[in-house]
C-alpha cells in the first residue's frame, strides 16, 4: 500500500511570495489533515478534512493560508503571502475515516522564508 | 484547552540500556494517549498507543503507562537498539473517534550510543 505522498520536500521562498504544497493521502482515506511543525516541536493540526468537506479549520490562519481538497482525494495548502514565522514543516496526514485515531503520516514539506 | 508537556527533550542512552520518556496532560478528560515515533526526515509513525480504561500496554520492547489520577504517561523502551534513535512524541485526545483532538508534545530527542 502506498503511503502520504507530498511535494515538494523543500522549498525556499522569500518574505510576502506565495507557495503552494501538495498531498495524496493513502487510497481509500476519507480523512485529511494538514499539519504545521515547527523546528523543536510538535505537530499543530492546521486543517482537517472529511472528503472533500472542512470538518476543523480552527486553528488555520486564514488571512493567509488557505486550502482545498477537490474530488476529496488530493488536497492543496497554500501560503499567501508568507512571513518569516511560517517557516516550519508542512505535513499531510490521512486517517481512514474521523472516526479512526490512527494517523498515517507523508514526509512534509519543509518551508524556509527568507 | 488540552496541553501536553514532554520530559526529557534530550535523552542519550548506551545501547541495550532502558529509555524512559514522560508526559503529562492537563485536560481530565482526555482519554486516547498514542505515541508517535519520528525518524529525520520523515513524518511521525504510530508505534504504541493507550485508552483510558487501560493502565499499561506493552508491545514486544515497548510499553506504555497511564496514570489517571496524576494525569501523566510514560514510554518505556527497553534493550534499546541503534534504530530506536529518533524523536518521540507523546499526545493525548478527548476523543478517540476524532484525530483532529489530538495535541501532540514537544518531542524527546533519543541518541542510542554503541
Known amino acids: 500500500e502506498a503511503g502520504v505522498a507530498q511535494s515538494p520536500r523543500y522549498k525556499i521562498i522569500e518574505k510576502r511570495q506565495s507557495v503552494a504544497f501538495w498531498c495524496n493521502p493513502i487510497?481509500?482515506?476519507?480523512?485529511l489533515y494538514w499539519y504545521q511543525q515547527i523546528l523543536g516541536q510538535g505537530p499543530k493540526l492546521l486543517i482537517q478534512f472529511q472528503n472533500n468537506g472542512v470538518v476543523d479549520d480552527s486553528q488555520l490562519p486564514k488571512d493567509r493560508f488557505s486550502a482545498e481538497r477537490l474530488k476529496g482525494v488530493d488536497s492543496t495548502l497554500k501560503i499567501q503571502p508568507a512571513k518569516l514565522e511560517d517557516s516550519a514543516v508542512y505535513l499531510c496526514?490521512?486517517?481512514?475515516?474521523?472516526?479512526?485515531?490512527?494517523?498515517?503520516f507523508g514526509e512534509g514539506s519543509r518551508l524556509t522564508v527568507l | 484547552g488540552e496541553n501536553v508537556e514532554q520530559h526529557p527533550s534530550t535523552l542519550s542512552v548506551q545501547e541495550g540500556d532502558s529509555a524512559v520518556i514522560k508526559c503529562t496532560y492537563s485536560d481530565s478528560a482526555s482519554n486516547y494517549f498514542p505515541w508517535y515515533k519520528q525518524e529525520l526526515g520523515k513524518g511521525p509513525q504510530l508505534i504504541i498507543d493507550i485508552r483510558s480504561n487501560v493502565g499499561e500496554k506493552k508491545d514486544q520492547r515497548i510499553a506504555v503507562t497511564l496514570n489517571k489520577t496524576a494525569k501523566h504517561f510514560s514510554l518505556h523502551i527497553t534493550e534499546t537498539q541503534p534504530e530506536d534513535s529518533a524523536v518521540y512524541f507523546c499526545a493525548a485526545s478527548t476523543s478517540y473517534s476524532s484525530a483532529s483532538k489530538i495535541i501532540f508534545g514537544s518531542g524527546t530527542r533519543l541518541s542510542i550510543r554503541p
Open positions: 496526514a490521512s486517517s481512514r475515516d474521523r472516526n479512526t485515531g490512527e494517523l498515517f
Open positions: 487510497s481509500g482515506h476519507a480523512t
